[in-house]
């Protein structure tokens, strides 16, 4: 049961690059989510699907746009890249309404 | 402004002590509460949780007390082993709108456990 999985693992762009990332999720959960962990900063919610043919803005949507292609995947669109944007982004779900989110590895990306 | 507050940063403890981490929160809607463990480069994962309808949930070594008069929240880890060295988030949940539920993250405290 692979659960929640984040593809790239790593990824390094240039200022004004644009990126997407990836996250699948087996688990058949409703509602799917990506987070931002930076120092000191803790986690912080960037956009949530709380179904699919839904999207939602986070705490910190500004410079990403997410596409909910299915009930499954929920990609991270990153248009022009930034290095205020150098962060590990995280992918989670959960059944619609639960409290407990599952996580993925995480994806660390750097903007130079 | 911050609405989840782990106000340390770090918390060192020996093997075999209790091992306590605290938490804050300022939003009177949060009617669910979790904590969640992080390795390094691993994903965070659940470890325990609380409805503000309790004061008290346990699970083994990890005991989760809440005090909804004082939104402040406790994770208590005993006894403590070298394996609980991890950082530690605090995170809430409550009714935003429709039938939606987010999770708002402490900053997290990093768990050092040494031998």
């Known amino acids: 049961n692979a659960g929640v999985t984040q593809t790239p693992k790593f990824q390094v762009l240039k200022t004004g690059q644009s990126m997407t990332l990836q996250c699948a999720q087996d688990?058949?959960?409703?509602?799917m989510y990506w987070y931002r962990q930076d120092p000191g900063m803790g986690l912080r919610l960037i956009y949530y699907s709380a179904s699919e043919g839904t999207t939602d803005k986070g705490e910190v949507p500004n410079g990403y746009n997410v596409s909910r292609l299915n009930k499954r995947e929920f990609s991270l669109r990153l248009e022009s890249a930034a290095p205020s944007q150098t962060s590990v982004y995280f992918c989670?779900?959960?059944?619609?309404?639960?409290?407990?989110?599952?996580f993925g590895a995480g994806s660390r990306l750097t903007v130079l | 402004d911050q609405q989840v507050k782990q106000n340390s940063p770090s918390l060192s403890v020996q093997e075999g002590r209790i091992s306590i981490l605290n938490c804050d929160y300022t939003?009177?809607?949060?009617?669910?509460f979790l904590w969640y463990k992080k390795y390094p480069a691993e994903g965070p994962t659940f470890l325990i949780s609380i409805s503000s309808i309790k004061d008290k949930n346990e699970d083994g070594r990890f005991t989760v007390f809440l005090n909804k008069s004082a939104k402040h929240l406790s994770l208590h880890i005993v006894p403590s082993q070298p394996g609980d060295s991890a950082v530690y988030f605090c995170?809430?949940?409550?009714?935003?709108?429709?039938?939606?539920?987010?999770?708002?993250f402490g900053k997290g405290t990093l768990l050092t456990v040494n031998p």
């Open positions: 995170a809430a949940k409550g009714r935003e709108g429709g039938s939606n539920y987010k999770l708002t």
């Open positions: 989670a779900s959960s059944d619609s309404g639960a409290n407990v989110l599952t």
């Open positions: 939003n009177s809607m949060f009617d669910y």
């Open positions: 688990m058949n959960h409703n509602s």
